[in-house]
């Protein structure tokens, strides 16, 4: 019963995100962090339940109310790219989502971008871009790539009540989309000494088992073992 509850509130926490978006961002945390303390302080059992509970509600306030937020830094892709532009994006190839027989989709950490009429500039986010045809398969999750592709913001969902593609992006905190024309226009760049990343190495893991199914089995069955092992929905038809 316990884990339900928990459940419960971090859910809540999230759905009540959007009644705090034109609030002072630290107003609700302020005052939840309040009855914490306030309840820490005169401690017993129903009390102790209840930071419990506040305290997951905090967390699916937060995560909610941040994947909301528009991003406010300059350096950000989505406050230097405001119309179509054509860019060169160098950055760390994040997550590479599946082949459905004719389009790849995958995401990119840029770390610097460039336009037509201007010289790298050092900038955060991440893209998702889709291109024709299947990159190459030793392209994996963590690798810093150079990439020259046509991006935008996605377009808001004119139909009321319709799928919004760009609110579900938000959500993932991604702001822009791209095509790519070519995967030969994905090419590996100079990859400085650093440590690798958690998320990295998760994703290479769940790349390389991708890989693996598809070199194993073939059609709908690779897709169905894909969408089922790694989450990997985009070779479904």
Request: glycine letters at 6%.
């Amino acid at each position: 019963h316990l884990t339900i509850f928990i459940t419960l509130s971090y859910t809540f926490g999230i759905a009540a995100s959007p009644f705090f978006l034109n609030q002072p961002s630290f107003l609700p945390f302020a005052t939840a962090g309040a009855l914490f303390l306030i309840s820490w302080k005169y401690s017993n059992q129903r009390n102790i339940l209840f930071c419990l509970f506040l305290s997951f509600f905090l967390f699916g306030l937060f995560h909610g109310y941040s994947s909301r937020m528009h991003p406010t830094h300059p350096s950000h892709v989505a406050n230097k790219v405001v119309t179509e532009t054509d860019c060169v994006i160098i950055g760390k190839l994040r997550r590479i989502h599946g082949y459905n027989g004719e389009i790849t989709t995958f995401d990119v950490d840029t770390r610097s971008i460039r336009d037509q009429t201007s010289t790298f500039s050092p900038a955060h986010g991440t893209i998702r871009l889709k291109t024709r045809g299947k990159l190459p398969v030793h392209f994996s999750p963590g690798e810093t790539v150079a990439i020259r592709a046509k991006i935008s913001p996605p377009r808001h969902a004119s139909v009321p009540g319709s799928f919004d593609y760009a609110k579900y992006l938000s959500h993932q905190r991604i702001y822009l989309t791209g095509f790519v024309r070519s995967p030969a226009l994905v090419q590996k760049a100079l990859n400085p000494v650093e440590k690798e990343q958690l998320r990295y190495k998760i994703e290479k893991l769940r790349h390389r088992i991708n890989v693996f199914i598809d070199t194993t089995l073939s059609g709908d069955i690779a897709a169905v073992y894909k969408a089922i092992l790694t989450g990997d929905k985009g070779s479904l038809s």
